[in-house]
């Protein structure tokens, strides 16, 4: 046997050498030591251009403590994490936030400071009825209710802490390593379903059919996804081409419902604003996955961005930058159905 162990088998902890021949799930336990790519068994081995600093089959206390220090996924937990965090805040002043939900009112609760630009919103900040923290008002006094927009806000919530938690643990054993990913694969299809949740909601609540239409195509969609992606198989690196086409496919879908909204408000400035935010979107996660399939910068030259600056780390920060616009285009819808005649008028 290859493996050399350098200390007797205590209860839990073996101290070998490397990680291979592991591959059949066995449960045993790794001193705490970082190991090069050809040291791995074979499900831990996803991208060959990093050459060092992994984790293999540390303790659970061991493998959640290394969020804490240095090694090839230190910052894809973090930036999924910091991008949680941030959601986390916005979620909260949104719940918070009475009077305006669009972009004036998040950044006035975000700075904690609260403005009334109506006298009916002045009305309903004094009423102390618990609907004014689940619905808004538009410039009528009809209530637009906010859930949408908190559906987007757990959708990216859960997404982002799903990714953090499985760069976290995947290492910990094949059985976690399996699970977490097909977590990670079905946060970001329950992510982008409810991206599409507010936008439509909004912009297409004077045309109920479509509404309805949009919304139960986007969740069958999504379900289809989670469904596939839960297969074992295809949580296999080789299939990191087809997840990446099936996630973009997805995302792609908003192009109709998008042209729709052109149709429907054809020189409305937030619908041209917030389809220019809905762009800035698209090339975000677009030219993430590009880095996803890639593998650039670390393909040009292996071993050099084993702790910074690898593929994956760029894809996270791309995905939260998606995530950002996206939050700043639904604001603009929202503002624009506050302030739009009602229904028929
Ligand atoms: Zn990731």
């Known amino acids: ?12 902890m073996v101290t070998v050498i490397d990680c291979k021949g592991l591959d059949s799930g066995e449960e045993t336990r790794i001193v705490r030591r ?34 804490f220090s240095w090694h090839n996924e230190t910052l ?4 999924h994490l910091i991008g ?53 008002l538009n410039t009528k006094g009809e209530a637009v209710p906010k859930w949408p927009w908190l559906v987007f806000l757990a959708g990216a919530m859960g997404c982002l802490i799903c990714s953090s938690v499985s760069h976290l643990l995947a290492c910990h054993s094949k059985r976690f390593n399996l699970f977490f990913w097909r977590l990670d694969y079905a946060g970001i299809s329950l992510m982008i379903v409810a991206s599409f949740f507010a936008p439509i909601y909004y912009a ?11 919304l139960s195509s986007i969740s069958f969609l999504g379900l289809l996804a989670i ?38 408000y054809w ?27 890639s593998r650039v910068p670390e393909r040009w030259k292996p071993g050099a961005f084993d702790i910074a600056g690898h593929s994956h780390q760029i894809f996270h920060v791309f995905v939260v930058f998606g995530a950002l616009a996206h939050c700043v285009a ?10 739009s005649p009602s229904c028929g008028v």
């Not at 493996?3 to 205590?10: E, I």
């Not at 986390?88 to 950044?107: H, K």
């Not at 400071?113 to 009423?127: E, G, K, L, P, Y």
């Not at 677009?286 to 399939?293: I, M, N, P, T, W």
């Open 330 to 339: 639904t604001l603009l819808i929202i503002d624009f159905r506050r302030t």
């Open 204 to 214: 297409f609540s004077c045309h109920p059919f479509f509404r309805f239409l949009y």
């Open 227 to 264: 469904i596939t992606l839960l297969s074992p198989a295809l949580s296999a690196p080789r299939f990191r081409h087809f997840r990446a086409n099936l996630f973009l496919a997805m995302g792609s879908s908003a192009v109709i419902p998008a042209l729709h909204v052109l149709f429907l």
């Open 76 to 79: 894809n937990i973090w930036t």
């Open 84 to 136: 949680f965090l941030i959601f986390v805040w916005m979620t909260v002043v949104s719940l918070l936030e009475t009077t305006e939900l669009g972009l004036a009112g998040l950044f006035n609760g975000m700075s904690g400071a609260r403005i009334c630009v109506s006298s009916n919103q002045t009305v309903f900040q004094h009423d102390s009825n618990v609907t004014q923290h689940i619905s808004l």
């Open 1 to 12: 046997m290859r493996r050399r162990r350098t200390a007797r088998k205590s209860s839990t």
């Open 34 to 67: 970082l190991m090069k790519f050809e040291d791995l068994p074979e499900y831990l081995k996803d991208n060959e251009f990093i050459h060092n600093h992994y984790r293999c089959q540390w303790s659970l206390k061991h493998t959640i403590l290394s969020a």
């Open 267 to 293: 020189g409305h400035p937030n619908v041209f604003i917030a389809l220019g935010y809905e762009v800035a979107t698209g090339i975000s996660y677009a030219l993430g996955a590009v880095f996803y399939v």
